[in-house]
């Protein structure tokens, strides 16, 4: 008769380490999708940077060898230096990727700048219905986001059109940004159902405060 009666105890500490087991399942997935795709961010932003340089100092030195001062040095820089060709191109659709890449990270960090007026004077259970309804918002607005940049993919991909110096197809720079931002997106609902969590609980799942305040 015993063994019913353990059971019943049993059984409850089971699902509730299943459960468990899940939410941190959940979490290191989340949390991993965020990291990686900073990490593209970051290597795809420095790209820019070293692109960016190369063309300054390839545009410098063009001018130099105009200048006619020095002689067949200056024709040879004027001939076979210049700016990196499509250079504002790659830095437009690298740019629109880096920014929707940092966008997990810094939802899952709470790194956006913050406005705080009087949120410091105001209960601490109300400032946990506040932050799960804008984080709510934000996951709304990066989900419309994602999804206008899904209809804008497919619209470059079926009418072919490119880049005016580089002939790059739109549609590639339109699509790395959807992936981004789909990432971005799910990582909004994750924050936004975890700030709801901590609304009655008052258990904090995620980081607090971390982003500037103005």
């Known amino acids: 008769m015993a063994r ?14 299943q459960r468990l087991c899940e939410v941190l399942a959940m ?11 900073a990490l593209l961010g970051g290597l795809v932003l420095c790209l820019l940077v070293g692109m960016t340089c190369i ?20 024709l040879w820089l004027a001939a076979h230096t210049g700016s990196v060709k499509g250079d504002y191109e790659l830095i437009e659709a690298g740019i629109a990727f880096a920014i929707f890449a940092f966008l997990p990270i810094c939802q899952l960090k ?10 410091a004077a105001l209960p601490a259970r109300l400032n946990r219905i506040l932050t799960a309804f804008w984080e709510g918002v934000l996951a709304a607005i990066i989900i419309v986001i994602g999804w206008r940049l899904s209809l804008g993919f497919l619209e470059k991909l079926d009418n072919g059109q490119t880049t005016f110096l580089l002939q790059m197809p739109v549609w590639w720079a339109y699509g790395a940004s959807f992936l981004a931002a789909l990432v971005a997106g ?5 924050c936004a159902l975890m700030r709801l969590h901590e609304v009655p609980t008052g258990k904090p799942h995620l980081p607090t405060g971390e982003g500037a305040e103005l």
């Open 4 to 17: 019913p009666a353990i059971a019943r105890y049993i059984a409850p500490m089971g699902d509730e380490a």
């Open 27 to 37: 979490q290191i997935v989340i949390t991993r999708s965020a990291q990686v795709m």
């Open 55 to 74: 063309s300054i100092l390839g545009r410098a030195l063009n001018t130099v060898g105009h200048g006619g001062m020095l002689g067949a040095l200056g």
């Open 110 to 119: 709470a790194g956006h700048a913050r406005v705080d007026l009087i949120a």
């Open 186 to 190: 799910l990582v909004g609902v994750y």
